[in-house]
């Protein structure tokens, strides 16, 4: 049986009325659904495929919403339910558009000791976005999350996929923020 996904969900509770982001397609390209089909011949179970499989669906859709994470169980053929579990549950996919750099900032225990939240209100500051907003620009978004795997030189900064953990002072930051306004860090998806 093929459980249905729950009703619409976001990391925060929804306002009444309020729907999460739809995602301008409604379908993954036939080259996303072929490399899917492909990785899952690399596993014995296909429930295994899961996790690689929503990278590829967020990167083709833009983000992880529920017609990513319905795309991902159709390809795949496994219950709609099991993959709204785990893309909702690891902070690496997202449910609504972020920006061309979505920047996220760890605050855990190590990480805090180090000024983690300072860092990331400094980056609230000097992006002028919250968190869970895009900037009207489309370049920023931000987002406080849980351990990055590098704790002992935190706080520690991820830019869509790159990670800078070495402690990260003002210039530092800056040194970031401009490198993804020249476009030499890598845009989400690519
Ligand atoms: S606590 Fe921040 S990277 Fe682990």
Same mark, same amino acid.
């Given at each position: 049986?093929?459980? *249905? &996904? $729950? $009703?619409e969900t976001s990391e925060r509770p929804l306002? *009444? #009325?309020?729907? &999460?982001?739809?995602a301008a397609r409604t379908s993954l390209s036939e080259s996303c659904v072929q490399e899917i089909q492909? &990785?899952?011949?690399?596993? /014995?179970?296909? &429930?295994?495929?899961t996790l690689p499989a929503l990278y590829l669906a967020q990167a083709d859709m833009g983000f992880a919403g529920l017609e990513a994470m319905?795309? +991902?169980a159709r390809v795949l053929e496994i219950p709609e339910g099991h993959v709204f579990g785990v893309a909702t549950f690891y902070t690496m996919f997202h449910q609504k558009p972020v920006g061309k750099y979505h920047l996220q900032v760890c605050t855990n225990l190590c990480c805090a000791l180090r000024g983690g939240a300072q860092l990331f209100e400094k980056l609230r500051q000097r992006l002028a976005v919250q968190p869970g907003e895009v900037t009207a620009d489309g370049m920023w978004s931000i987002e406080e999350v849980e351990c990055l795997g590098s704790c002992g030189t935190g706080p520690c900064l991820q830019v869509?996929?790159? +990670?800078?953990?070495e402690f990260i002072d003002d210039a530092k930051l800056d040194a970031v923020i401009e490198a993804c306004r020249q476009g030499h860090v /890598?845009?989400? #998806?690519k």
């Open positions: 049986m093929n459980h *249905p &996904l $729950p $009703p306002a *009444p #009325g309020q729907r &999460l982001a739809h492909a &990785l899952a011949t690399k596993y /014995p179970d296909k &429930l295994a495929a319905r795309e +991902v869509n996929h790159e +990670v800078y953990d /890598p845009e989400w #998806g």
